[in-house]
DNA sequence: GATGGCGTGAGTAACGTTTTCCAAAATGTT
DNA sequence: AACATTTTGGAAAACGTTACTCACGCCATC
């Protein structure tokens, strides 16, 4: 039929308005459920919306502000836990008609501002950041352009709300755990991080930190041992081959997440010794492989989905409500132990 | 400074040419690079610009037909061969100026249709479909509306380009590999399908279908043996099972993906077989963790990072002449030998 | 039976950008 | 010096939608 035309033009307003000979006006009364339309005004837009096969033009809506899109900036799309919290976002999004856009490729702050700034000029109803490296500072500006919830860092803003895991408490879990088989050379790979901000709000310092306070309380404050690499297979990879180097060498690792828990597994196959036999890994997140059998990695569960479904939440409301307090939500990680860790070769 | 203020204005076109002294028009033509603009005009213009920290608004400018946005749509957000697309796509891109938007979510046909009708409705100036299972009919009608580049399906239209891998030729080089090892009774796990379009068309079917001409070729016809679940981990893990059970236990098994590799490998440790001393295993895609030095599954590679490239110079070329012939890209694959493919056991 | 209120629908302007014109100025040609 | 041509910059319209304002007719009330 008219597939075959080169280019179709789009149904609009107007052409419903025709259809059904009424106002453009009424027509946008009926979609958004307006004040003042009689029933029998509606059947009629309804009928010719479905006859026309209509769909509202999102792009000339975000003139009249609002899109019905919601942002999400992901630092690394192959971190498969940050695919738990958008299931539980899309979730909880369910079919409140926005639909959820996804911005990535986000290594360094100059392509986050970049991400960031597409999603606002593209007039998005509210933007989600997941462990954002950006200053507060510019969270906050964010913040004022939109409505924004930002996932993971450990900040407090009037400008926008929060929603992480307690990861001080995670660390603890992994090292009480640890520290219960008996091992006292646990050491730690964290993500490095310089700027001094970021020390204080970054999920990965506080977990390191959450580390060093667990190793204090379990009075094994004369073994901490942090190598800073990234978090990342590499980073996990090229941190154990230090630990490994070490004169005295750890009998357990605690890695920052489980991404870089793989990477030390390799580092330590590659020297010859079995997990956990001679050495004890864990990591960070529950990701799905780490429950993979051949792997069944010792890990902190993060309750990702749970996670994306407090977001959602709190992101509607805002949208709802742009001067409404801001909200902080901590989740309680808890320890799922796989067969990475086991007690140390006495 | 005015950051603390509730909510601040966008800076406009207005402002700008408000600023500089010039009109609105003087201010579009500089930042399109358009005719009729003299180098003090360019200079003047552009300072302003600087000044006032101006950003365009995409979402106007939709209106005007260009959004500098392409939209990607992707099945599965866990599957982490799509990131390898995806940075070839990024690269390829570079600074033309266009942003990359992801829409996932897309486990069936519905949702399929929503996330790409939804980036219609926004405007995008292109969008990419990977390995889509709509109907043929329904991407001719999406290419209608907007250039479109599918990717992994083995379709030909005028009106979009396709970018696939040789999967014929990838399922025989695996079942070349394990037949010169030796192996003779090599099952396939593949992806299930129905629709009698998408078995000519689906990236899968055409290997479920690569590898039973393999097995002809090599003089195997006898022992071909499929299983069908889904490309999913769990899937793996269920043909797998299924193979196992049988009386006369397949020596090696050509899972259609590294996923369903994955899966097949939990279900071979859980019944206490080795890999691959007592069954070998193969994959498809050399996702990041096929490489992973304790799984080092044997696999294909596809080059995702070549396809993403070359999609995106496909999608350039499009938006640039919507009109031009359109063009199939065929990749070859390789094959990568790993640790979990050796001959049977005599 | 006039007045007031309310429910219903339409007209109009506005959002920020680009494109299509057209006028004025500058340059080149006899 | 008069005219033709090119260059430069601006005014206005358009894209599709929604919010605001207002007019009309209907009913209840006094």
Same sequence: chains 1, 2.
Avoid: W
Avoid at 240 to 260: C, E, H, S, Y
């Amino acid at each position: 039929m008219d597939k075959s035309q080169a280019r179709r033009r789009r149904v609009t307003i107007i052409d419903v308005a025709r259809h059904a000979n009424v106002s453009p006006t009424a027509v946008s009364k009926v979609m958004n459920n307006a004040y003042g339309t009689s029933p029998s005004m509606q059947a009629k837009v309804r009928k010719a919306m479905t006859e026309l096969g209509y769909r509202p033009y999102a792009a000339a809506r975000a003139m009249r502000g609002k899109t019905y899109t919601i942002g999400v900036m992901l630092p690394d799309i192959r971190n498969p836990f940050f695919a738990d919290i958008l299931d539980g976002l899309e979730e909880a999004l369910g079919d409140t008609g926005y639909q959820v856009l996804l911005g990535s490729s986000c290594n360094g702050e100059a392509a986050e501002a970049r991400v960031t700034e597409a999603m606002i000029d593209r007039g998005m109803d509210g933007i989600i950041l997941i462990a954002p490296i950006s200053s507060s500072a510019h969270l906050e500006y964010l913040a004022h352009s939109v409505p924004v919830v930002v996932v993971g860092r450990h900040s407090r803003s009037v400008a926008f709300d929060t929603v992480s895991d307690d990861d001080v408490a995670g660390a603890a879990l992994i090292v009480g755990h640890l520290a219960g088989l008996g091992h006292r050379r646990i050491a730690h790979i964290e993500h490095r991080e310089d700027d001094p901000v970021r020390i204080r709000e970054m999920p990965n310092t506080i977990r390191a930190d959450g580390y060093r306070q667990a190793m204090h309380a379990h009075g094994l404050a004369n073994d901490i041992d942090i190598v800073s690499t990234t978090y990342t297979q590499d980073g996990g990879y090229l941190g154990a081959k230090q630990l490994l180097a070490r004169p005295n060498r750890p009998t357990a690792i605690f890695a920052g997440a489980d991404i870089v828990a793989m990477g030390a597994l390799e580092a330590i196959a590659e020297a010859g010794l079995s997990v956990p036999a001679d050495i004890s890994v864990a990591g960070y997140d529950n990701t799905s492989f780490a429950a993979f059998r051949p792997i069944s990695l010792t890990t902190v569960d993060q309750a990702g989905h749970q996670i994306g479904g407090f977001t959602a939440q709190l992101l509607l409301e805002r949208i709802a409500n742009r001067a409404k307090p801001s909200v902080q939500i901590k989740l309680s990680p808890s320890l799922v132990v796989r067969n990475t860790t086991a007690p140390p070769a006495s």
